[in-house]
Structures are given as structure tokens and as C-alpha cells.
């Protein structure tokens, strides 16, 4: 999963600040050579990285490569305790809301007198995805690895029985106010154990069998594959300029109304009280058949066609207010610990991850879409020849409907006012008014 863990990214900082060393200086000093250590969170990718890592020690002999997946919260937390004891991973993936703090905190290594030396052409990832990656004080701390956007998953024989088309499915609507066309199938595809659906008379919202949404958490500050894509619809921004901003919206009606719009669907019956989905896998949830739609990133893609007994379509996410669609759009980079031992070696092999070399591999495995352009369209053509359609996930590039994650400094310490404040919110204990208390706390973080 990319999305982030409030209470880990807290705990996280403390860490960090705890164990800021001096490092951060660019470098490609020493000899490429050694055993280096490589982590990553998805273990969809696993199998493509161990090829790309047995590749790369074939025309670098001298130097070996062992990976480590973890799961993503303990990822994160084994990382920044590493920070701490000086035993880090040489190479890891890195996430666009922890490398601020990471760099703030002299825990990456700079690698631009080697992009400079080795001719990196930045030129040859998709648009905007390099400048993602240098921080406020000018230095790049990671070269792309791949992006994301949002979509929506549905099991196709509960909107055959419900009535509904692949083509109503990809033109579906929503506004905050009845919540449109969206809202009228999530309703209809939520049955209770009665059989009654959600829009029919005598509807059971607490006993419901299947969910017509499934939910995955409050989304905390960013709901990237929870709201974001509904809140970007209607002009609203995470904060006052991305990169970099020092403002955040909490406050702002037109992100309450959908907050308050889109928790409601629980109060409804129409999609999970928050309580019920902690340390539940909203993704085995929809394979198991409990929910009809999930919205969820595009690294999901095989998992959420992988279920047995279930056919799974792919829809665009709805439509907003002005007719447009919105989707947050992610990239993901491979970093250098400042505190490796094979700064050579390790800048070598994160060279070699963001190259067509490595990537053509990952794209030939229909897992991810990688940030070389030409590796990007390969990796359609061979979920394309799996059978699987990703025009939903790829349109929203090409349409120009993406909007960046949000980037900023403090971004744990806004996770941990925003997480607690969500949550209240998702689950009913408080209106979506009181978000702009915690707007406060949060712009307070800046000044």
C-alpha cells in the first residue's frame, strides 16, 4: 500500500530528529563495488526486482544486491529506527510525503553530480515526475520509479445483476449535494441480508451483506484513494501551492461538503462504518464478495484481477461538479542512505533502477506503471495482453485530469492532527465543521 500511516509517520519524525547525521552530500567517491542492501514495501514487485538485481550484478560483478520486502507500515518504521541505529538499508523505494523530512534531516544522499557525470536523461520519464524529487534546497534526492492514479474497481456480475453497464459505470457522475449518479449506483448495488437493496424500500442498513462502496480508512489528510479524487472535482487544494506549500484547505467548504457527503454513505448503509474495517483488508473484502466497488491506486491492478470466481471491470473514477474527472497523481524513487558504506555502488544501482534496463522488466511484469515513458507504455501493452483494460487508470494522464500528491515539510506532524480528526469525522462522532480547528493546528505547524 502507498498510502500513509498517521501514527507511524509521528513516531517516524521523532526518530529521525533523533538520529540526523551529517550526511546528505553528493558523491559518487570510491570504487563500485560490495554487497549493498535494497528495500522495498509491495511484494507484487518483488519478482521483478529480484530479476533486475540479478541483471545488473551480471554486467557489475563486483557488486551484489539483496533485497528486503516488508509490509508498508513496518517498512517504514524498521527504516527510520535503522536512521537510528546506523544500520539502514544502502538503497530503499521512496515515498513523496516522507523524502521531505528524510533530506530535512540529512538522511539522503544527493545524487546530483551523478546524474551530472553519468548523463541521466531526465527528460526520458513521464512529465513532472523528476522535478518531484528535489527538495527546497535545490538537491535531488531520488530518480523516478514509477506513478499511480485512481480508479474504480467493481465486481462485474453484481452490476450485471444490478442493472448497470460498463458504460454507465464509465460515465458515472457525483456532486456533494446528492452525491449524482455515483451515489444512485453505490445505492443500488448494497443489498442487505434480506436481499433488498439500498434504494428500495424497507432496506436494512444494519444488516447489510454487500456494500455498494468499500471502505479503506478516513483517508487521514491526504485520501488519496479515498476522497481525493471526489475533492479534486470541485477546485479544491490540499494546500496553497504544491510543491512546497505552507497553507493547507481543511477549512474550506468545498472539501467539508465532500467530507461530509462521503462519510455519510456509512450512516447510510451504503458503505462500512469506520469501526468495523480496522486491521481489515479492504481489497480481500471486495475479493470475498462484500463489497462492489472499491476505489483504489493502480498498483493494484493485479491483485484486484487476481480474485478467483470474480470478474473485475475497471471504471474512471465519476465525474465532478464541471464535468471533469480527478485523479491524484504519485511517483514513486529509489533513494541512497547518507550513512551507506558503498555510496558507488549503491548510486550505480539506483542508476540502474531508473533505467529502461530495469524498467522494461518491471513493465513486462503488468504490476505497475514505471516513470520511463516508452517503459509506461510497455507495461499497458502487457496488462493489455493479459486481458486486462487500464484505459481508466492511463486516461486520467492523458486527459491532463491528475493532480500532484501533496508535497510539504511537517508532513507526519500533519498526518498526526489530521488522522485522529478524520477518523472522528468518517465515523460520526464529529461534524465535518470541526475540521477547520484542526486547519488551525496544522497551519500553526508552518509559522
Same mark, same amino acid.
Given at each position: 500500500?502507498?498510502?500513509?500511516?498517521?501514527?507511524?509517520?509521528?513516531?517516524?519524525?521523532?526518530?529521525?530528529?533523533?538520529?540526523?547525521?551529517?550526511?546528505?552530500?553528493? %558523491?559518487?567517491?570510491?570504487?563500485?563495488?560490495?554487497?549493498?542492501?535494497? $528495500?522495498?514495501?509491495?511484494?507484487?514487485?518483488?519478482?521483478? #526486482?529480484?530479476?533486475?538485481?540479478?541483471?545488473?550484478?551480471? *554486467?557489475?560483478?563486483?557488486?551484489?544486491?539483496?533485497?528486503?520486502?516488508?509490509?508498508?507500515?513496518?517498512?517504514?518504521?524498521?527504516?527510520?529506527?535503522?536512521?537510528?541505529?546506523?544500520?539502514?538499508?544502502?538503497?530503499?523505494?521512496?515515498?513523496?510525503?516522507?523524502?521531505?523530512?528524510?533530506?530535512?534531516?540529512?538522511?539522503?544522499?544527493?545524487?546530483?553530480?551523478? +546524474?551530472?557525470?553519468?548523463? *541521466?536523461?531526465?527528460?526520458?520519464?513521464?512529465?513532472?515526475?523528476?522535478?518531484?524529487?528535489?527538495?527546497?534546497?535545490?538537491?535531488?534526492?531520488?530518480?523516478?520509479?514509477?506513478?499511480?492514479?485512481?480508479?474504480?474497481?467493481?465486481?462485474?456480475?453484481?452490476?450485471?445483476?444490478?442493472?448497470? %453497464?460498463?458504460?454507465?459505470?464509465? @460515465?458515472?457522475?457525483?456532486?456533494?449535494?446528492?452525491?449524482?449518479?455515483?451515489?444512485?449506483?453505490?445505492?443500488?448495488? %448494497?443489498?442487505?441480508?434480506?436481499?433488498?437493496?439500498?434504494?428500495?424500500?424497507?432496506?436494512?442498513? @444494519?444488516? +447489510?451483506?454487500? #456494500?455498494?462502496?468499500?471502505?479503506?480508512?478516513?483517508?487521514?489528510?491526504?485520501?488519496?484513494?479515498?476522497?481525493?479524487?471526489?475533492?479534486?472535482?470541485?477546485?479544491?487544494?490540499? %494546500?496553497?501551492? @504544491?510543491?512546497?506549500?505552507?497553507?493547507?484547505?481543511?477549512?474550506?467548504?468545498?472539501?467539508?461538503?465532500?467530507?461530509?457527503?462521503?462519510?455519510?454513505?456509512?450512516?447510510?448503509?451504503?458503505?462500512?462504518?469506520?469501526?468495523?474495517?480496522?486491521?481489515?483488508?479492504?481489497?480481500?473484502?471486495?475479493g470475498a464478495g462484500k463489497a462492489a466497488i472499491n476505489t483504489q491506486g493502480s498498483w493494484m491492478i493485479g491483485q484486484y484481477?487476481?480474485?478467483?470466481?470474480?470478474?473485475?471491470?475497471?471504471?474512471?473514477?465519476?465525474?465532478?461538479?464541471?464535468?471533469?474527472?480527478?485523479s491524484m497523481f504519485n511517483g514513486l524513487a529509489d533513494s541512497v542512505w547518507a550513512g551507506t558504506k558503498n555510496p558507488a555502488?549503491?548510486?550505480? $544501482?539506483?542508476?540502474?533502477?531508473?533505467?529502461?534496463?530495469?524498467?522494461?522488466?518491471?513493465?513486462?511484469?503488468? +504490476?505497475?506503471?514505471? /516513470? *520511463?515513458?516508452?517503459?509506461?507504455?510497455?507495461?499497458?501493452?502487457?496488462?493489455? /495482453?493479459?486481458? *486486462?483494460?487500464?484505459?481508466?487508470?492511463?486516461?486520467?494522464?492523458?486527459?491532463?485530469?491528475?493532480?500532484?500528491?501533496?508535497?510539504?515539510?511537517?508532513?507526519?506532524?500533519v498526518e498526526g492532527l489530521m488522522g485522529p480528526a478524520m477518523d472522528a469525522v468518517v465515523a460520526g462522532k464529529k461534524d465535518?465543521?470541526?475540521?477547520?480547528?484542526?486547519?488551525?493546528?496544522? @497551519?500553526?505547524?508552518?509559522?
Amino acid at each position: 500500500m502507498k498510502r500513509t500511516l498517521g501514527a507511524v509517520a509521528a513516531a517516524a519524525a521523532i526518530a529521525i530528529s533523533l538520529a540526523a547525521c551529517s550526511g546528505g552530500s553528493s %558523491t559518487t567517491a570510491g570504487e563500485a563495488k560490495g554487497d549493498i542492501n535494497y $528495500w522495498l514495501w509491495d511484494a507484487n514487485q518483488l519478482p521483478a #526486482y529480484q530479476q533486475c538485481a540479478s541483471d545488473f550484478t551480471k *554486467i557489475n560483478p563486483d557488486i551484489k544486491v539483496k533485497i528486503t520486502q516488508r509490509g508498508y507500515g513496518d517498512y517504514w518504521t524498521t527504516l527510520t529506527n535503522g536512521f537510528v541505529a546506523g544500520n539502514a538499508p544502502d538503497v530503499f523505494a521512496n515515498h513523496l510525503s516522507k523524502y521531505p523530512e528524510f533530506a530535512d534531516k540529512k538522511q539522503l544522499l544527493a545524487l546530483d553530480d551523478a +546524474v551530472k557525470k553519468d548523463g *541521466i536523461k531526465l527528460d526520458v520519464y513521464n512529465e513532472g515526475l523528476a522535478d518531484l524529487w528535489v527538495a527546497q534546497d535545490g538537491k535531488r534526492y531520488g530518480l523516478p520509479k514509477d506513478w499511480d492514479t485512481v480508479a474504480m474497481f467493481y465486481n462485474k456480475a453484481m452490476t450485471d445483476a444490478a442493472g448497470i %453497464t460498463p458504460e454507465q459505470m464509465a @460515465n458515472l457522475d457525483w456532486n456533494p449535494k446528492d452525491g449524482g449518479s455515483y451515489e444512485k449506483a453505490i445505492a443500488h448495488l %448494497t443489498l442487505d441480508k434480506n436481499g433488498k437493496r439500498g434504494d428500495e424500500a424497507g432496506f436494512d442498513k @444494519n444488516n +447489510v451483506a454487500t #456494500y455498494g462502496l468499500g471502505l479503506e480508512s478516513s483517508g487521514t489528510g491526504q485520501g488519496q484513494t479515498q476522497w481525493s479524487f471526489l475533492t479534486g472535482t470541485t477546485g479544491w487544494t490540499h %494546500t496553497d501551492k @504544491n510543491p512546497w506549500g505552507t497553507k493547507f484547505n481543511y477549512d474550506d467548504s468545498r472539501f467539508q461538503d465532500t467530507i461530509k457527503w462521503w462519510a455519510g454513505l456509512a450512516d447510510k448503509g451504503y458503505m462500512p462504518k469506520l469501526e468495523t474495517t480496522v486491521g481489515a483488508s479492504v481489497s480481500d473484502a471486495f475479493g470475498a464478495g462484500k463489497a462492489a466497488i472499491n476505489t483504489q491506486g493502480s498498483w493494484m491492478i493485479g491483485q484486484y484481477t487476481s480474485y478467483k470466481g470474480i470478474e473485475t471491470g475497471i471504471a474512471p473514477t465519476p465525474k465532478g461538479p464541471d464535468a471533469k474527472r480527478a485523479s491524484m497523481f504519485n511517483g514513486l524513487a529509489d533513494s541512497v542512505w547518507a550513512g551507506t558504506k558503498n555510496p558507488a555502488a549503491s548510486i550505480k $544501482w539506483v542508476e540502474y533502477l531508473a533505467s529502461s534496463a530495469c524498467q522494461d522488466v518491471v513493465a513486462s511484469k503488468a +504490476v505497475v506503471f514505471p /516513470a *520511463i515513458k516508452t517503459s509506461s507504455e510497455k507495461a499497458a501493452e502487457a496488462f493489455k /495482453a493479459k486481458g *486486462i483494460d487500464v484505459s481508466a487508470f492511463t486516461t486520467q494522464v492523458t486527459d491532463g485530469t491528475t493532480f500532484l500528491f501533496p508535497i510539504t515539510e511537517n508532513a507526519a506532524k500533519v498526518e498526526g492532527l489530521m488522522g485522529p480528526a478524520m477518523d472522528a469525522v468518517v465515523a460520526g462522532k464529529k461534524d465535518a465543521s470541526t475540521l477547520s480547528e484542526t486547519n488551525e493546528k496544522v @497551519n500553526a505547524l508552518f509559522k
